[in-house]
Structures are given as C-alpha cells and as structure tokens.
C-alpha cells in the first residue's frame, strides 16, 4: 500500500511540474494563446506612429494635435508591455511583421519623411521592449532587466535630442527674452506700473529660461515615464505565467542603487567647476534623477507610515500636504 501511495504521489508531481514547465515555456506543449494577445499589439503597432507622426504633427486643429499625441503617449505604455511579452515568448516573425509596418506606416505619414524621427521614435520602443523581454527568457532579475532597458530608452532620447539642442536652447533662450520685454512693456506696464511689470517680466523670463534649459530632461523623463508603467505591466504579466505571487518587490523597500550617488556627486563637481555647456549637462542630469529619488523617498515615508501604524485618515492627510 506504501508502494502505491509513493508511486501515485510520484506521478501527481511530475504532472504538475510539467504543467508549470509547458506555460513558463511558450514552445512547450501547452502554450499560451499569443495570438489573442498579439493582435492588440500589432494593431498598435500600425495606429501609434499615424496618431504620433501623423495626426498629432500635421492636423491643423490644436485640440486634435494634443488629443493625438496624448493617445499615442498612453499607447507607448501598452507597446512597451506587448513588445516585451511576445519578445519573451519568443515570437521573432510577429515581431519583425510589426517593426516594418510600424517604421513603414510612420515614414509615410511623418511630415517631410522625417526617418531619424521615425526611427528613434519606434526604435526606442521596440529595443527596449525586446531586450527586456528576451533578458526575462534567461532569468535575469527585475532591476537588471529594468537598467539595460533604461539604458535604451536615455540613449535613443539623447541621440533624438543632442543634434538640435544647442540650437534650441539658444534660439529659446532669445525667444524668452524678447516675449518678456514685449510683455513688460506692454499691457503689463500699464496694469501694475513700469516698476511692478519690469519685476514680473524679469521673473518670466527666468521661469522660461529655466524649463528651456531643463527640456532635455523633462522630454527623457516622460520616455522613462512610459517605459517604466510598460516594464512593470509586463512584470505582471510574466509573474502570472511563472506563477509567482509577487511580481516585484514591495513598493516600500524600493531605493535608488548606491552607485546613483556617485552619478549625482559628480554631477554636482561638474555644475560647480565646469563651463556653461557642462553645467546644462549637469542640470538635466540632477532634475532627471530627482524623479527617482521622490519615489524612493515616497517609499520611505510609507514605509514608516506603515510600521508605526498611520491610520488611513493620516496617511492621505500626509500625502495632501506634500502637495506644493
């Protein structure tokens, strides 16, 4: 009786083993339905770059212009996430299907054929998303996954930017001055004195100085915005596949590596003793890691505020205070 007790365990075992095995392998015997969540992808693939490149750069409506690339902007979240899910089930053809549709679709509705546009703008989205998933397939962890994807995203967002920002910067720069002059002696001279609008002016043409210096890395952080929500959906949706309970580590043990200190250390040498070229550098540098460490300090903050207990009341009263 012991004999067929262990055998029957024995057999029970192995079932649910290879059970497991077939859905974490997609070439297995039992494979998840790709196709049903394939064709959302691929659909996506095709709309993303007509709202990004096309609507959203050549309608004359303003209203329709925000509308699109604020559609395309969410539809690069979801891209991120289905490129990298079908690179980790190791679907190459649909993927190579998608990327020439897509780069075709978008060369032919970019305003003048703009190919370095197109190509960092669905490039970054397709590496990223297939390097994290194909890093996934060899069970490489979260954070080092997350870092070589991140590594795309800044790169593609620096050689989209780097070519014509010196340009912009400067003709922005003239631009602030000129449009805060105008307003300084305009109907604000009139309004609040000479005095009062020459203040105001002043102060105008400094806030604007200051989001065209920092515009590199507010267009970066919105890229890593996007790619971020993407990995942590594709993170969930592996951890279901692998069957793990928890996706990620809990949001309140979540801190920024050591070595990012060192980045920001040398950042500040830099915007002390360096020339106006390395201080923009700099500035972009410390504003885009900024981001990353009110999230962590976030988590701390919760972190505490769980340990000793905050009612929920007190916790939201917390949080409304941290806003400016």
């Known amino acids: 009786m012991a004999g067929i007790w ?21 070439d297995g015997p039992i494979k998840v339905n790709t196709l049903r969540f394939a064709w959302p992808v691929l659909v996506s693939l095709f709309l993303f770059p007509i709202l990004r490149f096309g609507v959203g750069e050549r309608s004359g409506s303003l209203a329709l212009s925000f509308a699109a690339l604020a559609v395309a902007y969410l539809l690069a979240m979801y891209l991120y996430c289905g490129i990298a899910v079908l690179a980790f089930r190791r679907r190459t053809w649909l993927l190579c299907g998608g990327a020439i549709t897509s780069v075709a679709t978008g060369y032919v509705v970019s305003p003048g054929g703009d190919v370095w546009a197109v190509l960092c703008g669905l490039g970054v989205i397709f590496l990223a998303g297939v390097t994290v998933g ?70 105008l043409e400094k806030a604007v100085r ?100 905050f009612h929920w009341g007190l916790k939201l009263l917390v949080y409304l205070l941290l806003i400016p």
Not at 6 to 26: I, K
Not at 156 to 183: C, K, N, T, V
Not at 232 to 261: A, D, G, N
């Open 210 to 309: 200051a989001f065209v210096r920092l515009m590199p890395a507010v267009v970066i952080m919105s890229m890593i915005v996007q790619y971020s929500v993407g990995f942590l959906w594709f993170t969930t949706i592996r951890s279901r596949e692998e069957f793990r309970i928890t996706p990620l580590q809990s949001f309140i043990y979540w801190r920024v590596p050591v070595v990012v200190s060192l980045v920001v250390m040398a950042a500040l040498l830099f915007r002390l003793a360096g020339g106006e070229t390395v201080r923009l550098i700099a500035d972009n540098l410390l504003a885009a890691l900024s981001v990353y460490y009110c999230v962590t300090g976030l988590a701390l903050m919760e972190y505490y505020l769980q340990h000793f207990k």
């Open 134 to 203: 194909r890093l996934a397939v060899v069970k490489i962890t979260e954070l080092a996954g997350y870092s070589v994807g991140l590594v795309v995203v800044i790169s593609f967002g620096l050689a989209l930017l780097l070519p014509q920002w010196l340009e912009m910067y400067r003709a922005a720069s003239a631009f602030s001055a000129d449009m805060a002059h105008s307003i300084g002696n305009g109907m604000l001279s009139d309004l609040l004195g000479s005095q009062n609008a020459g203040e105001y002016a002043s102060s």
């Open 6 to 26: 262990q055998f029957w365990r024995t057999r029970v075992n192995l079932s649910v083993s290879a059970t497991v095995e077939a859905v974490r392998n997609p």
